[in-house]
C-alpha cells in the first residue's frame, strides 16, 4: 500500500501538510545515512557533500531542529555554502521562524537564483494568505526548475486552490509522472478530479494509491471542504 497525505505547506502552516515524502525526495540508496537512533555516520560528516545529504535526510524525517543543529556544526568547517543556507531556510520555514527563513531565501534570490528559494518564498507568501503572490512565486520557481515535483506539486494545489483547475491539473499531472507515481500529486490530483466532477478518475487514482477506506473518506472531506470555501468566495 502506497502511504500518502495530500502535500502542501510546511507543518504548522496548513491543514493540508505533505507527508510522507515523495519517493525522489527520499533518495532511495543515498549515502546520507541516518542511524535509527537518530546519530549520523561519521564519516559523512567529514565530506561537505555528504553532510548536506545527511542533513537533508534529517529534514526528511521531519527532525529540523536536529538538521539545524548540524548546520551550525556544517557551518564551522565550511562557511558561505548557498546549499547550507537553503537548508537552513527550509528548517526555519518548516519551525516557524518564517521571517528568518524569508531573510536567507532572499539572499539566494539575487544573482543566480535558487529554484527552491523561491520556492521557499512563495511558501511563506501563501501561508501568510499571500495567495497571488505566492503563486507568483512559484511559478518563478518552475520556471527554473521545470522538474522539481516539489514546485509542480505545490504551484498545482495553490492554483487548485484558487479554483485555476487547468494549469493546476496539468502541474499536478507533471508531479506525478515525473516522480514514478508521487504520492502527494496522485491524492492532490485525486481531489481536483473531485472538484471537477471527475469521480471515476478520482476512484481509479485513489485504487492506485492504495488508500483505505478512511483516507479516501478523508479526500472526500477535504475536497468537499475546498469546495465549500470557493462557494462563498
Known amino acids: 500500500m502506497v502511504a500518502w497525505r495530500v502535500r502542501f505547506l510546511s507543518a504548522g502552516l ?13 533518495g532511495a ?6 542511524a535509527e537512533d537518530g546519530q549520523v555516520l561519521r564519516q559523512d560528516m567529514n565530506d561537505p557533500a555528504l553532510y548536506l545529504q545527511l542533513i537533508e535526510g534529517l529534514q526528511q524525517r521531519r527532525m529540523h531542529y536536529a538538521a ?4 551550525d556544526a556544517f557551518d564551522q568547517k565550511w562557511p ?9 531556510a527550509d528548517a526555519l520555514r518548516q519551525t516557524g521562524s518564517l521571517d528568518e527563513a524569508a531573510v536567507i531565501y532572499e539572499r539566494l534570490t539575487g544573482k543566480n537564483p535558487m529554484p527552491r528559494a523561491l520556492h521557499g518564498l512563495g511558501l511563506i507568501a501563501v501561508s501568510k494568505g ?17 522538474i522539481d515535483t516539489r514546485i509542480l506539486n505545490d504551484l498545482g494545489y495553490v492554483q487548485m486552490q484558487a479554483g485555476r483547475y487547468g494549469p493546476a491539473r496539468t502541474n499536478l499531472a507533471k508531479a506525478f509522472e515525473l516522480d514514478a507515481g508521487n504520492a502527494q500529486a496522485g491524492a492532490n490530483l485525486a481531489m481536483l478530479y473531485l472538484l471537477l466532477g471527475e469521480a471515476g478518475l478520482a476512484e481509479k487514482m485513489m485504487e492506485r494509491l492504495g488508500m483505505t477506506d478512511a483516507q479516501r473518506a478523508q479526500l472526500r472531506e477535504e475536497s468537499a471542504g475546498l469546495s465549500g470555501r470557493r462557494a462563498v468566495q
Open 14 to 26: 496548513a491543514l493540508m501538510l505533505g507527508l510522507p515524502l515523495s519517493a525522489a525526495a527520499q
Open 29 to 34: 540508496g543515498a549515502p546520507a545515512a541516518v
Open 68 to 71: 539545524l543543529a548540524h548546520l
Open 80 to 88: 558561505d555554502n548557498r546549499q547550507a543556507q537553503l537548508l537552513r
Open 130 to 146: 499571500q495567495h497571488e503572490a505566492g503563486e507568483r512565486l512559484l511559478i518563478q520557481a518552475n520556471r527554473l526548475a521545470p
